[in-house]
């Protein structure tokens, strides 16, 4: 096992990221995805060499403000720059905490790369049927669009770029995960500068997860690491289709008719679009609705949570699917009356 993550450096990494990203990258943010890292998944522990390379150039980027990176966002060359270095970060990260996952779990394991819905890459641990370990990059759109809604002024405030998240059978698994994370992650030449756990002290409105902020000393990185169990996570993650009918589309000189619709998650039309939504006046005459979808979406959150706690889940399966079908469709049908470039709008800005 430890031969496999050891037979491939930093540099090669890096020089795959930039052959790869020779032909995906181009004027549309949105498409720069790593699509084609051969012998890059996997890297070696950094030389304290490689380490001074890569902090240098993070630390190049860091006091970028949001004018610096509006810049950069028009050049593919400097916004390739910029990601190889984020990526080997990332990978340094996924690096240390996969040894210490893999250490403590002598069952069968495996390692892929995928691709998201969103086109972003992702690199994925499996450690039997228990654990998924999952970390990409945030991409340099949302990057930009965080700035902005969090009026954050330079590009180092952002602390989940990097980031990763951690799927378990339990929330027992969950804890014990963290509690190995905190006394090892140290001999890893990683610091907890922040632990906010949402299984012991669940809040009102967030509830059965745990978010880790974790300074890499290596690179001078920030790393995000979200645990939960799979079920909890499909929930914030859920898919839910706004469905504006049909519509005509011209293409080629040829008129058909196609389907309207608009894809997002619980987590960007409720935790996000509603939230803003609520508050807008020109909006008032959907203000019932927004409450019974806030109120639903609150009491199902808990319901699982509660569910993952007592270790009913399975025998609550059916109910709670029921529950999330209906809250689909009060979604669709309120955010259906909103212009989907509102909606948009909420989410990013």
Sequence with gaps: MMDKLNKINISNFIRNVEISNRYS????????IFTLIDDGLIIRDLTPQEEEI???EIDRYKNYTLVDLKEIEKSPEERKKLYVFLNAALYNNFY??????????????SLTLEIDDDNKLSTRLSIADDIKFTANVKSFK??????????ISSFGQLTDIVRGRIECKSFEQVLKIVDLLKQQLPQQNKEIIEIDNMILNPRDNYMGAVHLLIRDKETGVIFELQLS???????????????????EVVSDKNIFIDDDQFWSDYHDLVYKALNKLKNDPKYSHLWPEFREIEKEYLEIQREIFEAEKQGIFEQRKDQIEQRLKNLDNLINRTFSKIEKQEIIKSIEG
């Excluded at 990258?25 to 720069?32: A, C, G, L, Q, Y």
């Excluded at 240390?96 to 394991?109: E, G, T, W």
């Excluded at 949302?142 to 009026?151: G, Y």
Aim: hydrophobic share 30%.
């Design 25 to 32: 990258i181009n004027n549309d943010s949105e498409k720069d």
């Design 229 to 247: 169990t799979q079920n909890m996570l499909n929930f914030f993650n859920r898919k839910v289709k706004v469905d504006y009918g049909k519509r």
């Design 54 to 56: 890569i902090k240098a």
């Design 142 to 151: 949302r990057a930009i669009e965080k700035m902005k809604r969090k009026n």
């Design 96 to 109: 240390d905490i996969s040894q210490i996952l893999m250490n403590n779990n002598r069952s069968r394991f």
